[in-house]
């Protein structure tokens, strides 16, 4: 017998086993279900807004105040969100978003229906749709450790990552059909019925109770102040994760932008129109969902580095739509672009949940999460007139460029090329307290 095959071969059989045993898990299933159809229903929301306060109103900046309504207090009310979700039950938490987001996008397509929607109803109902937001995201993120096992957190944030990128990339066709079948107002209402599945499966979801540890930091709490002080020491005694963040703050303020902005302008003008850019968008969302099957499959012992020199790639997409490359070289170009930045997201999630105390987990993911797109309406902002004084080709490839050098400038970071992944073949009892201790605000991690 070939022994040198019997090892891929018994690793092939140990990922599909433990793949088996987090999908047969039953509180991970319902918790995948309810935020794989509450995904859906976000990815649907850019299209349906667009196109009702565009039939509505005919202004494109009345569109910008809907969108900006959505967005606003999600990122203004993101720590308090953090502190609320360390401080109460999770889940619960999630439910009463799911209600507020189910209500509010409900109210929005039966007004468009019925031809009683105003441009301040839109904004209202969105402003409350963002609000839910701010408080929902970092309750998701401390709720999966509660969910499933440290080991098994690679490979279920793989799945939600998978699913994610796929939602996005189906979630505007199918808002798309439902616009040109029915109405904008049909898309809503489509959108609120995926919080409802999101909110049923939370409720059915059964969580065991929380451990001594858990209740006595959660009762020590004094005041949102200081909870919020405490989440900020948790925060940055992690030399790796201050610095992934510092990182993805860079990304949101130099790289995204001159995509978002340029991208569908060069396309538009310089590639053959709509479709183009359609095609090209399309690659995008594929590539994002390879690098999640990706991550899904790998079992790296350094859990940041394995993508470093994959997130360095998008630099790709950038130099070729800078230099006007046919449209089939911008498409590949952004599949493999799109590869290393989700593998990146999966990996660097995973290392959050696995290394931070479960009591702070949803105060850091807020600072994680400000902190890293908090930059990204400065780089909208600014990225036109960084054109206009320089050259849209400029920008582009000062984004690639950036892109490139993201490799090395990361693995100096040695708290982040060093961190280890924890694995299911690593021997664990499962209990979150051994694997990631509860620590003091401010001390090492």
């Not at 904004?123 to 701010?134: C, D, E, K, N, S």
């Not at 003008?269 to 790998?298: E, H, K, N, P, Q």
């Amino acid at each position: 017998m070939n022994s040198s095959a019997d090892g891929p071969t018994q690793r092939r059989k140990a990922r599909r086993g433990e793949l088996r045993e987090l999908v047969g898990h039953r509180e991970f299933r319902l918790l995948y279900i309810g935020q794989t159809s509450s995904i859906i229903g976000d990815a649907i929301v850019p299209v349906a807004l667009a196109f009702a306060v565009l039939e509505l109103t005919d202004s494109a900046t009345a569109l910008g105040l809907v969108l900006a309504a959505r967005v606003i207090p999600t990122v203004l009310l993101l720590l308090l969100g953090g502190v609320i979700a360390d401080r109460m039950s999770r889940r619960r938490l999630m439910l009463l978003c799911d209600a507020a987001c189910f209500l509010s996008q409900l109210a929005q397509g039966v007004m468009l229906l019925t031809g009683t929607a105003s441009l301040p109803t839109m904004v209202a109902l969105q402003f409350i749709a963002g609000t839910a937001g701010a408080f929902f995201h970092p309750a998701a993120t401390g709720l999966l450790p509660e969910v499933v096992k440290p080991a098994q957190l690679h490979r279920a944030n793989g799945l939600m990552g998978l699913s994610e990128n796929t939602a996005y990339t189906v979630g505007p066709a199918i808002a798309g059909v439902l616009v040109v079948l029915f109405s904008p107002g049909a898309a809503l209402i489509f959108d609120a019925a995926t919080f409802a599945v999101s909110a049923a499966a939370l409720y059915l979801i059964r969580l065991a109770p929380a451990s001594a540890a858990d209740q006595e930091e959660t009762e020590k709490a004094s005041s949102i102040i200081n909870d919020l002080k405490l989440g900020w020491g948790e925060f940055k005694s992690r030399t790796w994760l201050w610095t992934m963040v510092a990182w993805a703050a860079s990304f949101h303020l130099l790289v995204l932008p001159a995509w978002q902005v340029f991208g569908p302008a060069l396309a538009r003008d310089d590639l053959g129109g709509a479709s183009a850019w359609a095609i090209i968008s399309a690659c995008t969302g594929l590539g994002s969902i390879l690098g999640g099957v990706i991550a899904l499959r790998m079992r790296p012992r350094f859990i940041m580095r394995a993508s470093f020199i994959p997130l360095g790639l998008y630099g790709l997409q950038l130099l070729a739509i800078a230099l006007l490359a046919p449209v089939p070289v911008i498409a590949v170009a952004a599949v493999i672009s799109n590869i290393g930045l989700s593998m990146f997201n999966v990996f660097s999630l995973t290392a959050m949940q696995q290394n931070v105390p479960i009591g702070s987990l949803s105060r850091v993911s807020s600072y994680e999460w400000l902190g890293s797109i908090g930059l990204l309406p400065v780089g909208q902002a600014l990225v036109g007139p960084a054109g206009g004084l320089t050259s849209t080709t400029t920008v582009l490839i000062v984004g690639a460029i950036w892109m490139f050098l993201t490799p090395a400038l990361l693995f100096v970071v040695r708290d982040a090329r060093n961190l280890e992944a924890v694995h299911e073949d690593q021997k664990s009892d499962g209990k979150l307290a051994e694997l990631r201790p509860q620590t003091e605000a401010g001390s090492p991690s």
